[in-house]
């Protein structure tokens, strides 16, 4: 069991694998080192947001208002650590998570894959690439989300704390779109 979690800007990626002892979770650093873990993504994000006194269910409220999705919301958890979920395997048992995260601040680049059944490839800090079930449109709208999700939840590291208001209504005009745009009240 993985004692101590990368420091939060250090992580590039938490991805559900499957080895030989069963369903595992492999945490990817910047740099490119893998580490594998026997707990499931779901403890490690809860693990995460313990860190930092954060609690998962309100941070997914924050970042249902900011980018208007209901599923499959991105997580600002630190500066440094805004994760992305992303579809990274097909599951073999009923239960098991396809979903794995990748941090918006490794992203290096999204590329078209058409040389097996994933349709896209994620580029990483550290010269990792995370193959993807979806397309690289999609992959770039949960990257979008996600950019937006920060402006209203984590500061990045590069912002300006003045800023912070200005960018914060900005989210609500954008919402306020979103909701004019989808019929909801």
């Known amino acids: 069991m993985l004692k101590k979690l990368p420091i939060f800007n250090h992580i590039a990626a938490i991805l559900p694998h ?44 924050h970042t249902i208002l900011a980018t208007g999705q209901r599923i499959l919301q991105p997580l600002p958890i630190a500066p ?58 999609t992959v770039k709208k949960h990257l979008q989300s996600a950019k937006l999700a920060m402006s209203c939840t984590a500061q990045s590291p590069d912002s300006h704390p003045n800023l912070m208001p200005i960018a914060q209504k900005l989210v609500e005009i954008i919402y306020d779109i979103l909701v004019l745009k989808h019929g909801k009240e």
């Open 80 to 137: 440094g650590l805004v994760l992305c979920p992303m579809k990274t395997r097909i599951p073999k048992i009923a239960g098991d998570t396809s979903t794995g995260y990748i941090n918006y601040h490794a992203v290096m680049g999204v590329a078209e894959n058409n040389l097996s059944s994933y349709q896209a490839v994620v580029t990483l800090t550290g010269d990792t690439d995370i193959p993807v079930y979806w397309t690289s449109a």
């Open 18 to 61: 499957y080895t030989s002892e069963g369903d595992t979770t492999t945490i990817i650093t910047t740099d490119g080192k893998h580490t594998s873990t026997a707990t499931s993504i779901r403890t490690v994000l809860r693990r995460l947001a313990h860190s930092r006194a954060m609690d998962l269910t309100a941070l997914r409220q």
